[in-house]
């Protein structure tokens, strides 16, 4: 079974510096890979994903994210932060051999300080 | 718009009753998925459906039973065998066979009183 690790479940930072957050998976084929953002009492919205192709995948609101197989990591930036990307942020993978199979971290509150 | 609706928003429950969440999604997706999320817990997969009339366990799905007769709808029963069905319950769907990503609903709060 696929497991994805979130390091930190608290991040913050001051509104426009730059925020990282941190995703791993354990898996020995590479799976698809996506970021969600989840609002307080809403449910979760696609940041960006990356099946194949080109590693460094760009999503909405400025963020992006890096796939890499050697590090099985697909870490979360955005070169500046606004007082708007304060939210929940999970990790998700989906299992090659099961297409319909996900697999979520457990989150990162990222809160953005003025 | 395509999407997927889960109804109600805020639900409580008594102890002891049986209550039912819809999850209903216009969106041609094959597969289904409920999830309940805790605090600091992310998560957690309760059922999924690939296809109409089948659906497998996830990782709790103790306390819980669902249903998939159409398509467009996949609605979760919490029974009174579930200890601590206080959460925040999430439906999604994806489609099958594609490299797609799972598409949410806005959620259910479920509060035992």
């Known amino acids: 079974a696929q497991s994805v690790t979130q390091l930190g479940s608290h991040v913050s930072v001051s509104e426009g510096a730059l925020v990282l957050l941190r995703c791993n998976y354990s898996s020995s084929v590479p799976p698809y890979l996506f970021w969600y953002v989840q609002y307080p009492n809403q449910g979760l919205q696609l940041l960006l994903k990356y099946t194949t192709g080109a590693t460094l995948v760009k999503g909405i609101n400025g963020f992006e994210a890096e796939f890499k197989k050697s590090e099985t990591s697909f870490h979360l930036t955005k070169p500046s932060a606004h007082m708007s990307d304060a939210a929940e942020y999970f990790c998700?993978?989906?299992?090659?051999?099961?297409?319909?199979?996900?697999?979520f971290g457990s989150g990162t509150k990222l809160n953005v300080k003025p | 718009d395509g999407g997927i609706t889960q109804s109600p928003k805020y639900l409580f429950r008594k102890e002891g009753q049986n209550v039912t969440l819809s999850c209903e999604q216009n969106l041609n997706h094959d597969a289904m998925y409920w999830y309940r999320q805790d605090p600091g817990q992310g998560l957690r997969l309760i059922y999924y459906s690939q296809i109409v009339n089948d659906f497998q366990k996830g990782d709790i799905a103790e306390g819980y039973s669902v249903s998939r007769e159409k398509k467009e709808s996949f609605p979760l029963t919490v029974t009174s065998a579930q200890k601590n069905p206080t959460a925040f319950y999430l439906c999604a769907s994806s489609g099958m066979g594609h490299q797609g990503e799972a598409f949410f609903g806005q959620g259910t709060r479920l509060t035992v009183v």
């Open positions: 998700a993978v989906s299992d090659p051999g099961n297409f319909n199979k996900f697999y």
